[in-house]
């Protein structure tokens, strides 16, 4: 007798996404109805073409009803995705005999007739074809055909049981054009997944999938992003870290600067996150791709996602600062991508920071910077969860992150659009401030969880050397605030002696 798990697995199917089946809890249960609903264009039909594809590779039979779009309009979606869908029989039910030249609302007359005629074609077809697979393409038309809803719910219960009696395992689309608050269609399907599409004031549309219901099986609740492109559509499902654990080695790892250590307590904690802070062109990026050069030349791999500057620019200014980038680029040892937050969801940016954990194995992550990330986002509070998801997932897979965050304002008052003060495990704030004439830089480390950290400020410059850090400021006050004021003769890192002069 075989075991329940091997019962639940031998009635679930792929519905030929791998990820969505992941949301699914491992797929669709069989020879049961379900309801895939969403306004037009929201991806309705390239999914259930991708159920019946999945179908045809398991040498199952697939059979599309369509009282709404033309087979030849099926063919032309297929061929933008590249599919060929002779292995699945394509049925219309409105054809040219059914059009009444005299209606001027709708090639379909809503009579009794019409509905009878309409429920036994889709009998024949299937008592003829014997599917394993089918796709009813739309209910809305249904709706039309029956008038009123007490019909409607009749025709659908009968569908459900005739469909369920033949071990046909339905998908049935809806395009949402009643009522948005009528659930009938909820209350009879076995499962429900929405899908949404929404329009940006700049930017890309995005779309986004919910599981509304699924009897029997626990899945994966919440919104989840997903994109339509050439061969299909492509689901990030909502990361949980709770899910995901490794063991690795708790040590203090070097940032490559000595005196930079020194200030950290050590340097940073294998698994766990640090917040560079700081104003536009004071050293944060600088700093970090020290940081990840290091981490390379210790044997890791690094990936740096780069929302604000320009691969090549980023590049170039690391190059003229000492630290040549394109050999560990060559090896694959680093990689850098330039995202455009314009036309990039969290989701699909959550799974590409995964497949570089999970796949590449990358060990060291700068995000750069977290001020285009947001934008990216609906609102502050979504980034919070998002952000903290996203690092709790990081620091048990043993990940060293780097965060950038861009303030504003020079000297003086900076703000930052958001604060992650309290999810960074180390927090290094970067300063202009006024000395001797000049515009000069400061670094302090103002929290660390893991390690005993300095308080002090220190003087810190970028040159052809790279980064360089100082001494403590001792004789200065109010440098943090940009304002310094000199109270002894502690030498700044400038201070160099001058030709001619004693």
Known sequence: MASNDQVKSDDRISIGITDLDNILGGGLTRHRAYLLEGTPGSGKTTIALQFLLEGARRRERGLYITLSETAAELREVARSHDWDLDAIELFELVSGDHLDP???????EPSEVELGETIQGVMECVDRLTPTRVVFDSLSEMRLLAQNSLRYRRQILALKQYFSLRKCTVLMLDDRSSDPGDLQLHSIAHGVITLEQTAQDYGTERRRLRVVKMRGVKYRGGFHDFVI???GVQVFPRLIAAEHHSSFTEELLSTGLDRLDRMLG?????GTNALFSGPSGVGKTSTAVRCGLTAIERGEKAAYFLFDEGRATMLARARSMGMDLQ??????????SQIDPAELSPGEFASWVRAAVETDGVKFIVIDSLNAFLQAMPGEKYLLLQMHEMLSYLNQQ???TILILGQHGII????ADVDLSYLSD???MFRYFEAQGEMLKAVSVA?????????????FRLGRSGVVIGEPLKDFEGVMSGLANYRGATPLLASEPVAGEA
Not at 266 to 270: C, D, F, L, R, Y
Not at 412 to 415: A, E, H, K, S
């Open 102 to 108: 005299q209606a001027e609302q709708s090639i379909l």
């Open 229 to 231: 492109e050439t061969g």
């Open 266 to 270: 050590g340097g940073i904690s294998a």
């Open 327 to 336: 050999p560990h680029l060559d090896s694959g040892a680093l990689r850098v």
């Open 398 to 400: 043993g990940v060293i």
């Open 412 to 415: 003086g008052d900076v703000r």
């Open 426 to 428: 180390a927090i290094l």
């Open 447 to 459: 929290k660390s969880r893991t390690t005993a950290h300095e308080s002090t400020i220190r003087e």
